[in-house]
């Protein structure tokens, strides 16, 4: 696949726009093209934000989408939205600590990932943003799961910097929950 | 310089730094104001000056005032802040003074919208303010190239001692892509000979829009025009992507031009000779390849953030030697790659059926 775009989507305050970030530079440190695009305005503040990430071998033209290859949806909201918009044979990541319904498109796959049940496991709840990440990567190797955490160990925020062993830790949770291991021969 | 990942406004704002300028006036304004937010920040780091006056006509008269003083001076704004700057676009023109401004436009009329537009073309190209000059106007489509432009501004200005406008779009504001910025430029020692420096020693510079009496005006705009003239003949800027045997060309600048791009790749995909020609400086307008151009292939379809302005200006220098058409989305709306390939796919059949009606294109 050349070019894959992704959508991030949840509650502004869920970090999706930072963990848009976290992708696009572990893409650009893999010495692919990136872009990010975040919605902003209004709908930032309190309401739903997203952002879209395309990482590509080629220059990237567009950089928005109107049917992104991967949805990673944090609330019951994004779900709503975004769920008829996966390309067909794209992926959908869904926080099943918020979001109850249950796709019926035979023509994506599911990652379901208990993302602030697992962040406030193994670190604090705010870090379901990179649990979901970590699902998708199982799902969809964009990036190496240490391109990412190598982002996080460089752009954390110095305010965040206490949080950087968690914020590791719970990647790598939301990573193991979706991984599927090869079948055994 | 290692390649960052950067936001296009930051990006605008620290090339504006490294290009050595020396002050800033503003008022903030989605969607640009994280570039005054960085200036904000970093000029007073510099030493330099930074200052948020009280509305968008304080700064650009502040603005006049130190581009007036020999001073490498910018402001930024948004579209309603850049309607309200016309009158000291003006004055920065008829005093000919260098003076770099960003544009991120957003959607309009009036205030609009805080999305991405393209709707300030004929504002900014036409004539900015009222008489008779244009601006330089450049429009780019990345990241790295709001970088490469802005610093470009900054030299362009100087050399013709004029007003130089960077025209971006809330979606290259407020996208992040990897980009390298340029080294720091060290610092302007010596003010240009023109500036109001203080006369002492020497004889008084006199600067100034006001020229009472026709033959005084006339020779001021006689001399701004020849300047314009070898702008036109030395500083047009433009891009061209899969020209190769191309029957038809889509033509786009900005935000739009890369949805262009893409549609290009899937409508090449598909087998259909199409191009792109991306004009860079929007004033001058690349008239010459696109005359040329026009002389090659059948058909040109115009692609912008707004209701058809640009088209306007390739229908003029394109003339009965090719058709132009025109699709764009208006109110802050960024067109998707479908809705212009659906376009393309109408014009392919048109041709092959004069029935057919091209739905959404403007003849």
């Known amino acids: 696949m050349s070019e894959t775009s992704v959508v991030i989507a949840g509650f502004g305050g869920q970090g999706v726009l930072f963990a848009g970030q976290l992708l696009a530079y572990a893409g650009m440190e893999n010495g692919r093209f990136v872009t990010w695009i975040p919605s902003y305005g209004p709908e930032m503040r309190g309401g739903t934000a997203h952002c879209t990430v395309i990482i590509s071998d080629r220059p990237i033209g567009a950089p928005t989408v109107t049917r992104p290859d991967i949805a990673i949806v944090l609330n019951q909201p994004s779900f709503d939205k975004y769920e008829p918009l996966v390309k067909p044979g794209g992926l959908l990541v869904v926080n099943s600590s918020l979001v109850t319904a249950s796709s019926l498109r035979d023509d994506l796959e599911l990652a379901l990932v208990p993302a602030d049940a697992l962040a406030e496991q193994f670190g604090t709840r705010q870090l379901l943003n990179v649990a979901a990440l970590g699902a998708m990567l199982a799902k969809r190797p964009l990036v190496a799961l240490t391109a990412v955490d190598q982002a996080l160990r460089n752009h954390l925020p110095a305010s965040k910097a206490h949080l950087l062993a968690a914020n590791l830790t719970v990647l790598e949770k939301g990573y193991a929950h979706c991984v599927q291991l090869p079948l055994a021969q | ?363």
């Open chain 2, 1 to 363: 310089m290692s390649k960052q990942l950067l936001k296009g406004n930051v990006a605008l704002a620290e090339a504006a730094i490294r290009a050595g300028c020396e002050a800033y006036f503003g008022y903030p304004i989605t969607p640009q104001t994280e570039l005054l937010e960085h200036m904000a920040r970093r000029m007073i780091e510099l030493n330099r000056v930074f200052l948020q006056a009280e509305s968008e006509v304080a700064a650009i008269n502040m603005v006049y005032g130190a581009a007036v003083a020999g001073t490498k001076v910018m402001t930024s704004s948004s579209s309603p802040g850049i309607s309200l700057m016309q009158e000291g676009f003006s004055y920065i023109a008829g005093s000919n003074v260098p003076v770099v401004v960003i544009d991120v436009m957003r959607g309009g009329p009036g205030l609009g919208n805080i999305q991405p537009s393209q709707s300030d073309y004929n504002q900014i190209t036409k004539s900015a303010g009222h008489g008779d000059f244009h601006p330089i106007v450049l429009a780019p489509a990345t990241v790295q190239e709001a970088i490469d432009l802005t610093v470009l501004a900054f030299d362009l200005a100087e050399t013709y001692r004029t007003l130089v406008i960077v025209a971006a779009d809330g979606a290259i504001g407020q996208m992040m892509e990897p980009a390298e910025l340029p080294p720091m430029r060290p610092k302007r020692e010596k003010r240009p000979f023109w500036a109001l420096t203080g006369a002492a020693g020497r004889p008084k510079n006199v600067i100034t829009s006001l020229y009472l009496g026709a033959d005084n005006l006339e020779a001021l705009n006689n001399q701004i025009q020849d300047k314009l003239a070898l702008i036109q003949g030395h500083e047009v800027r433009y891009d061209c992507y899969r020209m190769e045997d191309a029957d038809s060309v889509l033509v786009a600048f900005g935000t739009a031009a890369r949805v262009a791009q893409t549609a290009v790749d899937h409508l090449r995909q598909e087998g259909f000779p199409v191009g792109l020609l991306r004009p860079i400086t929007l004033w001058p307008f690349p008239e010459r390849p696109l005359r040329e151009l026009a002389q090659q292939v059948d058909t040109l379809l115009v692609v912008e953030m707004n209701a058809g302005q640009m088209f306007h200006d390739v229908k003029e220098v394109v003339g009965d030697q090719a058709e132009v058409y025109f699709t764009g989305r208006t109110g802050g709306a960024i067109p998707t790659p479908d809705e212009i390939e659906r376009v393309v796919h109408g014009l392919y059949n048109y041709y092959l059926d004069p029935d057919y009606s091209p739905v959404g294109v403007l003849a």
